[in-house]
């Protein structure tokens, strides 16, 4: 990694907040935000489109190479040039990703997009193997995580506010499952890095986290 660059890792389970205060930390710092679980839930959504099984690791694979996903100016994902910021929070892709994002093949892939995005940037990237395996020699790592309830609560009221049909039941579920399946994989499971710095945002307000990940910028010594 090129060291003139600073990259901020933030990995952590499901909805523990880590898109959320990494794209406020991003524009604090005038850095590029990349929210890699996009990117899997935009595989997702084309195995789905296509018609394919996300739960068949080879009819997954066929689309490796074959489509093309990116971000926007806005930072909005695109499928194919196509904007599907929305559709990738459907609960059919919440629901399925975790079997995408078990797919070696598919990481591959995808990891090569995200070293790519961030070469010879400044960065705040989050997902879950950032720290260790897509930018290990990140400056900063952070493993943010919360109480299940509290991340089932938080992703109730976020797919009620979005008008996505749901319960805090369901959401419980989900975030269980992906957890389990994400921290149990055979390539790059949800880990925390060695030189990781824990966060638990379970009391902590959405700016308070931000505040305390500036402080750990901070006291790391790095120029801003
Ligand atoms: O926002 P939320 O915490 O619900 O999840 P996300 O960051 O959008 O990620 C969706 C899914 O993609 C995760 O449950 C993982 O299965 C997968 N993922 C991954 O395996 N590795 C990453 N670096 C990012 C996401």
């Known amino acids: ?24 930390l991003a524009s604090k710092l005038h850095f590029l935000y990349i929210d890699t679980g996009a990117m899997y839930r935009a595989y997702t959504l084309a195995v789905i489109n296509k018609g394919l099984d996300p739960k068949s690791e080879s009819e997954s694979n066929i689309l490796i190479g074959k489509i093309n996903i990116s971000f926007d100016d806005n930072n909005h994902i695109l499928l ?10 459907e609960n059919v892709v919440a629901d399925n990703v975790s079997y995408i994002a078990s797919y070696k093949e598919i990481r591959l892939f995808l990891v090569s997009l995200q070293q790519e995005i961030a070469k010879g940037k400044n960065v705040v990237m989050d997902g879950r193997d950032i720290g260790t395996y897509v930018l290990k020699d990140a400056q900063v790592k952070i493993f943010l995580c919360a109480k299940e309830e509290e991340r089932a609560r938080r992703r109730y009221l976020e797919n009620i506010e979005n008008g996505r049909e749901t319960s805090f039941e369901d959401c419980l579920a989900n975030i269980k499952k992906r957890d ?14 060695e030189d990781a710095i824990i966060l638990d945002s ?23």
């Open 80 to 89: 194919d040039g196509k904007d599907v910021s929305k559709e990738i929070r």
């Open 1 to 24: 990694m090129d060291k003139r660059y600073i990259s901020v890792a933030i990995d952590g389970p499901s909805a523990s907040g880590k898109s959320t205060v990494a794209k406020l």
């Open 180 to 193: 389990y399946i994400d921290s149990h994989r055979e390539f790059c499971p949800l880990k925390q890095a």
């Open 202 to 224: 379970t009391d902590m307000k959405i700016e308070e986290v931000v505040e305390k990940m500036m402080e750990i910028i901070k006291e790391k010594g790095i120029e801003l």
